[in-house]
């Protein structure tokens, strides 16, 4: 039999006990007449409207001190939790006001990344599995990494970050698996199918770190590009350093607007997320598999604790039908797959 909770009273005899909702209302409430709950948390509140309004004209942040706009962009989905920490102050200060307030950016966030909280990868379906995974140069078990996503059953596998040295190793492993395979630069593809075309993509930074190439697939071709942008950084005294990977971003999105098939899938490591308005030249002509059909936030880096999703696998002229997260390697950074249809 259900029991109601008791509590001591004055004179020694139990009484009901007020549940966890009834305690949060008491606070809130404050002492009887207290007309201070409306103008207590002023600040709290005026922080609430600050972060809604951040995210919501987050793409009018200037980049032109230290990058800032795309700094703000590529940590962006982290601002959920602020709201948290506001609506703790709010009950601490028992400030309506600021309890108001908040749902400004509750509702800014949930319509902005809402969405990606829920699962869309499809069981099964697709015609087409691809995977990509930066290695890491200085991956001390080359041979182990290899072996691992190829376990992903990815058709096509792209690697970044190969040193000119182990790219013996990374075929060795593969060779059983991909019978197809072309290496330009620091980056590789893997292939079951055959592969024609291969050649180097020009980003601007006088090496090579990006190469397209035809599949045939059994649907029919489809034009790969293998990508590894400039790494940023956040420095004190420059803010968010991206301009060489901003430059290399808006080459190879001339390059994919040039694409002679009309089925595009680009795999690899864009040192950036899909908010940031600095890829625009690349993420306003493809989709990102993970944004439509991928469970979770899908974060790649760092490894250990990721926060940023910067590997990316787009399409073009191709439909989503899964996308997710492979298991860490030697890496920092997590390999990620999707299947797609045609």
Do not use: C
């Amino acid at each position: 039999m259900a029991q109601a909770e008791t509590a001591e009273t004055a004179n020694g005899a139990e009484g009901p006990r007020p549940s966890g909702g009834a305690r949060l209302r008491a606070l809130l409430r404050g002492r009887p007449g207290d007309r201070g709950i409306w103008r207590r948390g002023i600040l709290l509140a005026a922080a609430a409207v600050l972060l809604a309004l951040v995210m919501v004209l987050h793409a009018r942040i200037p980049n032109r001190v230290g990058n800032l706009g795309s700094l703000v962009e590529t940590f962006l989905p982290w601002f959920g939790l602020l709201v948290p920490l506001i609506l703790l102050g709010a009950v601490l200060r028992r400030s309506a006001t600021a309890l108001v307030a908040l749902l400004l950016p509750l509702v800014v966030w949930l319509n902005l990344f809402g969405g990606l909280l829920t699962g869309k990868s499809a069981a099964d379906g697709g015609d087409l599995t691809v995977a990509t995974h930066n290695v890491n140069a200085g991956n001390p078990d080359p041979a182990g990494t290899a072996r691992e996503v190829a376990a992903s059953g990815a058709d096509v596998l792209a690697l970044q970050e190969l040193p000119a040295g182990q790219v013996a190793v990374y075929e060795e492993a593969l060779a059983a698996t991909y019978p197809y395979h072309a290496v330009e630069g620091t980056v590789g593809l893997w292939s079951r199918y055959p592969l024609s075309g291969q050649a180097p993509v020009d980003i601007g930074l006088g090496w090579v770190r990006a190469m397209r190439a035809t599949v045939t697939a059994p649907g029919g071709a489809v034009e790969v590009y293998v990508a590894h942008l400039p790494s940023v950084r956040v420095k004190l005294n420059a803010g968010f350093t991206a301009g060489q990977r901003d430059a290399s971003a808006d080459a190879l999105g001339e390059a994919i607007a040039r694409a002679r098939h009309d089925r595009v899938v680009l795999l690899g490591d864009l040192n950036g997320t899909m908010n940031d308005r600095s890829l625009n030249a690349v993420t306003s002509q493809m989709r990102s598999t993970q944004g439509a059909a991928g469970d979770g936030m899908g974060f790649t880096w760092p490894a250990a604790f990721p926060m940023a999703r910067i590997d990316q696998i787009m399409v073009r002229g191709m439909e989503p039908v899964a996308s997710w997260s492979l298991p860490s390697t030697d890496s920092d950074h997590l390999p990620i797959a999707a299947r797609v249809g045609f």
